[in-house]
């Protein structure tokens, strides 16, 4: 995308509907039925006009799970750290992930090791890091983004410490879905239940099909999936095999990365 594309795109989005007091979302699903819209793109349209709602906070990697280097650390500690998490980026830290001091590029290290300059000082090479609050929209998040050019922003909470970090990556997932490479593992799409009982759900499933599906009562002001309800309901993003129980109702992590809950296995109440 280029600069402003994003807005353009959502003026376009209002000039096309703006015929009438119905809701875009509503023009948009007419369209796919009538065969006018590609069912991905209509994903893709819709997921767009929910970006104004989401939270940066709510689809971030938290402060627990960021992967970074002390900036007293060397080339060697940051290659090392690139290369076992995959990352092209990192932050760089001072003591504590609450003082983030910069942000070291993976094709920043290469000409000093190359060049033999191992003992290169990190704040040399490091690149201005990018904060904004928690609380900033995804939609103004990904405006920022193009604006100034960066790819990644680290979160703070009300009080400036370290909440965690958004990326380019993790914005653009909520427009067109997981960007999944080989080494992902297969996702359920929905709610499925199981032979023996359980239910296996995506972490995606909106709160309003779980709570009718198992005749329950989930409601939040923040997030709208059972995953994001779960971390929630935590205060951060649980690991595989945490479970919590709602209602009778236990709720485990079944698969999950640092950023998000991927699965979740519901065992219903006991004698049902």
């Not at 680290?154 to 990556?169: A, C, K, P, V």
């Not at 709208?224 to 993003?237: A, F, M």
């Amino acid at each position: 995308m280029d600069d402003g594309s994003e807005g353009r795109l959502w003026a376009k989005m209002v000039n096309i509907f703006k015929k009438t007091d119905a809701p875009l979302e509503e023009h948009i699903l007419d369209a796919s039925e009538d065969g006018e819209i590609k069912e991905e793109v209509v994903s893709m349209l819709l997921n767009v006009l929910e970006l104004k709602d989401i939270e940066a906070c709510e689809i971030m990697i938290p402060r627990t799970d960021m992967v970074g280097v002390e900036v007293d650390g060397g080339l060697a500690d940051v290659a090392q750290e690139i290369i076992e998490h995959g990352h092209s980026r990192i932050p760089v830290f001072q003591d504590t992930k609450d003082r983030i001091v910069g942000i070291i590029h993976a094709k920043d290290i290469i000409a000093p090791l190359l060049n033999g300059k191992t003992e290169t000082p990190l704040e040399e090479i490091m690149r201005e890091a990018f904060f904004v609050s928690e609380h900033i929209k995804v939609k103004a998040l990904l405006k920022e983004f193009q604006t100034g050019r960066v790819h990644m922003a680290i979160l703070q909470d009300e009080y400036g410490g370290t909440s965690g970090l958004i990326t380019m990556e993790d914005v653009l997932e909520e427009i067109v879905g997981d960007i999944s490479d080989e080494h992902d593992a297969d996702r359920p799409s929905d709610f499925n239940e199981l032979e023996n009982g359980q239910y296996l759900v995506s972490g995606r499933v909106p709160l309003t099909e779980i709570s009718e599906k198992l005749d329950l009562t989930l409601d939040s002001e923040h997030v709208e999936s059972i995953g994001g309800y779960i971390s929630e309901l935590t205060g951060r993003i649980p690991h595989v095999g945490e479970f919590i129980n709602i209602s009778g109702y236990k709720f485990t992590v079944h698969e999950g990365d640092a950023k998000q809950i991927i699965s979740i296995l519901i065992d219903p109440p006991t004698g049902n």
